[in-house]
């Protein structure tokens, strides 16, 4: 292998920007079903809240398998239309077409529990499924787009940005554009999120704006497809798939990257399930107040996104990460505090007027800014981690396993979603959540509350404790391209 060609290059701003497009396919898939999935199933289907988990956590933890899998596909293509494109394209199309059949489910299925939850099971199989074949290949795509080491903070920090923003235009606001409130007969309120059409329009609509994404990701890419069929592969066969993954998995750096990734995540998607039956249910917010309590939480993970280019050019990764922990921490906390004290007062945010009714909204807003903020810092941190160390892999060995690399990333992120999915919908059948119920007990919403808000700071506490002996650096990565290139 000539190392000569794996010198770093600086990428164009404008080429991260169109690269993170396509991350508004992943955006709409993973969070239409993360923010809305579990309402739906329960509140509108009617499915036990039990139910409802298993069959989320099944197909994510389908997907993580399927990942490994499509990561050495995509890494042993041999196309003139390169590894990578291929895959996105179709994927993207797959996606967007599952997402909608998602939310559009036909009366048939629902004449009993059993058929109810093999058609959610098999489609959520369906939908992620093309989301291995989409999400793999793309994230390999800018591991190959930005090959520097702060470039790849800025790539990942600019993608995490792009999936958050799309994710407040179609996640927060969608309290507002798809969710509104309606009016019974007698004229009391009836809340957004119990009405059924809502769910179709945010479907369909979802589902169009994926494509549309998927499409112009491909086409301003188009510069980066390399003509694959002549570079050095291992082969697509058992043995070699099985060789490639051991081999990942045996790779000190990246098992450090492994177990903070898995830990974290299962923290963060166990707060993202349930604080928002924390304010439907008990804090008894207007569709507006939704949407802003809903929307400081992709604001801060954006945020926190944008920010990791400038941090790790100051401080370097692991003390960001370190940073990023001691935010989310912090706001997680504060969430319990004002709970478990009971200066969230559910009465004033439905009963009171004008300011003083918006207190609990800006209360729990800003705490969840601020988890969510940290949050944002450590999963696009950790993805540009391992593209480091993808990069010494490739000078140790000789062969590129961008993909690969990105695929056991994919596959752990996802499985401790899975795990986190799981539990969560038997937490909620465990402190007594009734599923169509208009609303719950005072009693039960203030211990989902107190789950989600003190479970995800506990565990990300927990995560950062395994990075404290990381060695990659700029320094440290520098030193080993030195030595491979001269």
Excluded at 6 to 29: F, H, L, M, N
Excluded at 330 to 344: R, W
Excluded at 466 to 483: A, C, G, H, Q, S
Aim: with cysteine; glycine share 8%.
């Amino acid at each position: 292998m000539n190392t000569k060609t794996a010198i770093s290059r600086e990428t164009p701003v404008k080429d991260i920007w169109y690269y993170a497009i396509g991350e508004g396919s992943t955006s709409i898939a993973l969070n239409g079903v993360n923010n809305f999935g579990m309402i739906f199933y329960t509140q509108i289907l009617g499915l036990s809240a039990g139910y409802a988990g298993l069959a989320l956590g099944i197909s994510t933890l389908w997907d993580a398998i399927a990942d490994p899998l499509m990561g050495h596909i995509t890494d042993n293509t041999k196309s003139k239309y390169g590894r990578r494109h291929l895959y996105i394209f179709i994927g993207g199309i797959l996606l967007s077409t599952s997402f909608l059949f998602l939310w559009f489910v036909p009366a048939t299925f629902r004449t009993s529990t059993q058929l109810l939850f093999c058609y959610l099971l098999v489609v959520n199989l369906i939908l992620k499924t093309s989301l291995a074949i989409f999400v793999v290949p793309y994230t390999a795509l800018g591991f190959e787009v930005c090959t520097t080491y702060d470039g790849r903070s800025k790539l990942q920090g600019i993608r995490s940005f792009f999936n958050m923003a799309i994710n407040f235009i179609f996640g927060a606001a969608a309290w507002a554009l798809f969710f509104k409130d309606g009016i019974a007969k007698d004229g009391s309120r009836i809340d957004g999120t119990q009405i059924s059409s809502n769910y179709l329009t945010m479907g369909a609509t979802l589902a169009i704006t994926s494509l549309i994404l998927t499409l112009l990701c491909c086409h301003f890419t188009k510069k980066y497809i390399k003509d694959s069929r002549n570079m050095i592969m291992e082969g697509n066969s058992i043995r070699y798939f099985l060789h490639d993954i051991w081999a990942i998995l045996k790779d000190k750096y990246a098992q450090k990257i492994f177990i903070f990734l898995a830990i974290a995540q299962f923290g963060m998607i166990l707060t993202a399930q349930l604080q928002i039956f924390a304010y439907v249910d008990f804090m008894q917010f207007s569709s507006m107040k939704k949407t802003f309590v809903h929307g400081s939480t992709m604001i801060g993970f954006a945020l926190g996104s944008i920010s990791i280019a400038a941090l790790v050019k100051h401080y370097d990764k692991k003390i960001t990460s370190y940073i990023g922990a001691g935010i989310a921490m912090l706001g997680g906390i504060m969430l319990f505090v004002v709970f478990s004290c009971g200066i969230m007062n559910p009465h004033m945010s439905a009963n009171a007027s004008g300011l003083i009714g918006w207190v609990p909204a800006f209360t729990f807003a800003l705490f969840q800014f601020l988890f969510w903020g940290g949050c944002g810092i450590l999963i696009p941190l950790a993805t540009s981690m391992i593209a480091d160390i993808s990069e010494i892999n490739k000078y140790r060995t000789g062969i590129l396993k961008d993909g690969s690399y990105s695929a056991m990333f994919a596959f752990i992120l996802k499985a401790s979603s899975s795990g986190a999915l799981f539990i969560t919908g038997f937490l909620l059948s465990f402190v007594g959540y009734v599923p169509e119920a208009q609303m719950q007990t005072l009693s039960v919403a203030k211990n989902i509350s107190s789950v989600a808000f003190l479970g995800g700071p506990i565990l990300i506490f927990i995560a950062i404790l395994t990075m404290i002996n990381y060695p990659i650096t700029k320094k440290f990565l520098d030193k080993v391209r030195d030595e491979n290139i001269n």
